[in-house]
């Protein structure tokens, strides 16, 4: 059998030192609170929607040269989408252009997001898709292919007088 072990009993603190053990330690003064700096107040960005996000599509994509820019409005005949804006570019990097602008100007000036960006420029058709407005933008070959003016001639056309890049 293991012999037990004997506790050995410590020797009690020196009374200095138990008193000081005692005591709690002295706050430090507390340093007068600066306040922070005010955020920069920043306006709110300005969503579009409806007309006004079909306008701007038209506006940027019109700031990347392209012509034949028409608007339609489709609220009355789709369930899908309010406005088409279908415009032409000349060239691939045109298109590619066109569909940048629109879609990043949008995002980064009104917090606006593409929904969708589909096609390829060297198809001739690219699409970006933003819910209440659905930019087509053509090649010209393809848009006199799909001629969607003609499917959607039932469709007031809205004006569009391009004006200076917001």
């Not at 001639?153 to 809205?158: C, W």
């Amino acid at each position: 059998m293991p012999a037990k072990k004997k506790s050995v009993p410590t020797p009690p603190l020196a009374p200095k030192k138990a008193a000081a053990a005692r005591k709690t330690p002295a706050k430090k003064a507390a340093k007068p609170r600066v306040p922070a700096p005010a955020p920069e107040e920043k306006a709110p960005l300005y969503q579009p929607v409806g007309i006004d996000l079909a306008q701007l599509s038209a506006t940027y994509a019109y700031s990347k040269k392209a012509t034949d820019i028409v608007i339609l409005d489709v609220r009355e005949f789709s369930m899908v989408t309010d406005f088409y804006v279908i415009c032409s570019g000349n060239s691939l990097p045109q298109l590619r252009a066109i569909r940048k602008e629109v879609a990043d100007k949008l995002w980064l000036d009104h917090d606006v997001r593409a929904n969708r960006l589909d096609g390829q420029p060297e198809s001739g058709w690219v699409v970006v898709d933003f819910f209440d407005v659905v930019v087509h933008i053509f090649g010209p070959e393809k848009r006199e292919t799909f001629a969607l003016e003609d499917l959607w001639s039932d469709a007031p056309r809205i004006p569009f007088h391009p004006q200076p890049h917001p």
